[in-house]
């Protein structure tokens, strides 16, 4: 075998070409949505160029959030500060519900996806409590926490921890036949069943819960906010509406659809990182 | 040799969610030896996955029971790993960590480095140390299944199943792990039950191969032993000289279950031709010389000569089959054991009584009582000598089989039992026993002897693994055998068609019992669709001088098996008395009261006469007299009660009155 020395540059080769390839193709496919988005702006330029027109055209906007775009960092004390600390706080409330809401859905999930007395008994709660919408649970937060802060927090867990539950539940309760016989014939004790078989094969439907979960939850926040006041990004196009700075409200809702786009990669890509090649949706 | 796992009597019922419910297995009996390895083969949807199943204890029988090793199986459990059909590896753990999962839990007591070396070495035994760390996902389907088969043995089970384990896998990797299991399996004793469809596979890798008729109500239909040498190679296997008849064999089989289920898809309409009602005949036989004059009359063209057209012969797995054939109007006529039509008309078993009728007989003599060779060789040579045996171990139970309550072979068989001073229920256990299935459960050990037709004893002798102690010239010469029964109904529907039949296979017996015919009939019978077995082992006694297997000097026997000499085929009432008379001693049926009426029912000499005077024969019958057995005891048929009453060995007698008019509904 003296084959190894020469494989090495020339697989090196192939990985370079391989790569290039990639590039290539990711660029090819990044030509469509940029069109898509040049007729936009191109179709709003347009409708908003007449003299009555309520909204500001597109480079009207960045030429009036240019500072906001070009310093997202800028701290001025109080609530006035740059998007990025908007966000910022924004995405802690959202991390700190979010991680309350996934650690209690994903055991409640568990609990009552193993147990039928436990499933027929909650699934109709959880049913109709999902449908109520975040903002309805406001009030009641404000008035149980009578904070501005806990409150929103709260609105998130509640938020994001309905789709946890009933797709943890689902997995639990689609656990194929199979894994349960391999651990029935090996008499395999409670506590190995859970960690090597009933959370494993949870573990998809899991982040399917997490996922609509985080979305939801970036939802409810921004709305939130706007009620609530504070530094937050829901609060800054509030505080922009009542200053009448059209274009601050428009800039901060691409900024506001970019990190919810994020959010929801975040989870696809830590999903990606866990799950094996089989149980990939 | 001990039996190891025991499948006693297993039934399996389904409720349906709409109510009702779905009967999937019904009276699965079966044992295993230690290090057998078994194959259960089957139509899709006869219940095979669900009989493994019961067996590991992931569902429960819902009557009868898994016994392994003496206990009773409730629950899934180790000693009894599961190779899945679609491997049921954890995808989340890599190979080393799917089987290590198995070992960690079950060799609990032992340290860890040696249940790695356990993993290791299962690892290298598939070949895949390469793939140790893979995940399922990343390899192959034969390599999943060697993941699975490495799990399986790593844990040490008693008994390992395997549920379709190849059947997922392309024809190269399935031979390569075909011949690794084996290799496997006899290396460490592994007893085996494997689910197939193959049955090229079956023959392969199996000690017997279990055939299962198709649900619902699945049973087993046969069982046929492989007696290949081990170790195997598939190239030799496949020249072994019994290969091919036991394909065959088991070919047949399957593909007569899927006639029966095209039979069941749709009902049969009645073709009428020839100035006939029906010339579409579904008739039924058992693998037997004696039944020669169905497939005489079906080859020689007897059948189309007297008009009907199409008939086909269903081999049919066991005298049940038959019974149940008949009064489910799946068959029009079958070949029946001499008691079976009054049993049925009787209501034999607790069944409801049906009205049959038995226009012909079909056969005269044509049994043999064999003992195993290990009681030969514990000196039973005659009854006697086994009344001896039994009161030496009366701790032990001796079992004999016969093929069926109503038959001769289990009425002879008592009688001649309790002539000796053997209680056959008390002393002695007789269980029944399909006829082909005789021979592979003396081999088994299950059985000590047995009553059944040729060619099952010349099988058991040439075989060495049993002897015949008495032929029926010994017992009772000339005994009415098989006849040819229907339904009443059937009868009375197809009055001509009947008469037609009985013509074809009186004609049929006649031809059959013309010695110049008996070769060319000898090699018929020889054929896989009808008897298929040596056609040296059918000679015997139907041509050949008939050997006993006790070292004396095969003789020829005088009407070995008779089917027209003699007066065979008339139908006869004294018979059908002392058929009734044996049936109420044993308690398989009640005397009736008006014996006179039940026999003159179901033995139709009128059918019988005008059919032998269409074709210029006798029409008489033998003369009215009394008779005797061999143990000279007097029967006359005027005096039924009188003879039961000499019996000294009997069960309680019920004597009713069977009301006639009343089971006259079909």
Redesign the interface.
Known sequence: MTAPLDIRPARSRVNLQKLGGQVLNWLKSLIAPLIAVLIFLAIWQVMTMGPNANLPTPIRTVQDTWELIVNPFFDYGGTDRGLFWQVWSSLQRVALGFTLAAIVGVALGILVGTSSLMYSALDPLFQILRTVPPLAWLPISLAAFQQANPSAIFVIFITAIWPIIINTTEGVRQIPQDYNNVARVLQLSKSQYFFKILFPATVPYIFTGLRIGIGLSWLAIVAAEMLIGGVGIGFFIWDAWNSSRISDIIIAIVYVGIVGLLLDRLIVFVGGLVLPEEQKQ | MAVFVEVDHVDRVFKLPEGGQYIALKNIDLQVHKGEFVSLVGHSGCGKSTLLNIL???DQPSAGGIVLEGRQVT????D???V?Q?Y?L????TVRENIA??VN??MKKHPQPVRNRMIDHHIELVGLQKAAHK????ISGGMKQRVAIARALA?RPKLLLLDEPFGALDALTRGGLQEQLMKICQENEVTCIMVTHDVDEALLLSDRVVLMTNGPEAHVGQIVDVPFPRPRERMEVVKHPNYYSLRNEIVYFLNQQKRAKQHKAKPVVAMAANGLEKVNLELGFIPLVDCAPLVVAKEMGFFEAHGLANVTLNREPSWNAIADGVTTNRLDAAMMVAGMPLGITLGYGNQRPRPMVSALTLSRNGNAITFSKRLYDQGVRSLADFKAALDRRPDQIHTLAAVHPTSMHNLLLRYWLASGGIDPDRDVSVTVIPPAQMASNLKAGTIDGYCVGEPWNVRAVQEGIGVVVAIDNDIWPGHIEKVLGVTEAWANQYPKTHVALVKALLEACEYCDDRRNREEIAELLARPEYVGASESYIRQGFLDPYDRGDDSEPSQVLNYIQFFTGKTNYPDVSEAIWLMTQMARWGITPFPRNWLEVAERVKRADIFGQAARELGLLDIGRDRRPTQLFDGIQFDPDEPLKYLEKFAIKRDLRIEEVPMEEITVP
Request: hydrophobic share 40%; charged share 20%; proline share 15%.
């Open positions: 590991s204890g992931l629950e899934p459990g180790p009894r790993m599961v899945f679609n049921s954890l995808p989340w753990l999962l198995a839990r079950v995940r399922p996902g990343e844990i």
